[in-house]
């Protein structure tokens, strides 16, 4: 699908996610969506498309909010 999109735009998926940061950045500096921006602000490098590092830190974020009921704790709703 990588090859098809950069043969499609003439962009590498480098050059197009380079293209969208200021978009990206508009948001952020918007005050718009702060939970976008705090996401964005937990990055170390700011916003990346590596996905192993985008899946491990929507992994934790999704296995800390069960910790409550996997310890059999209330959960905060």
Do not use: C, N
């Amino acid at each position: 699908m990588e090859a098809h999109a950069e043969a499609a735009t003439g962009q590498s998926e480098d050059q197009w996610t380079d293209s969208r940061a200021p978009a990206l950045q508009e948001l952020v500096e918007s005050g718009r969506f702060p939970t976008f921006t705090k996401v964005v602000g937990a990055f170390e490098d700011g916003y990346d498309l590596r996905l192993d590092a985008l899946f491990a830190f929507g992994l934790k974020a999704l296995l800390d909010g069960l910790t409550p009921i996997i310890k059999g704790q209330e959960a905060v709703t």
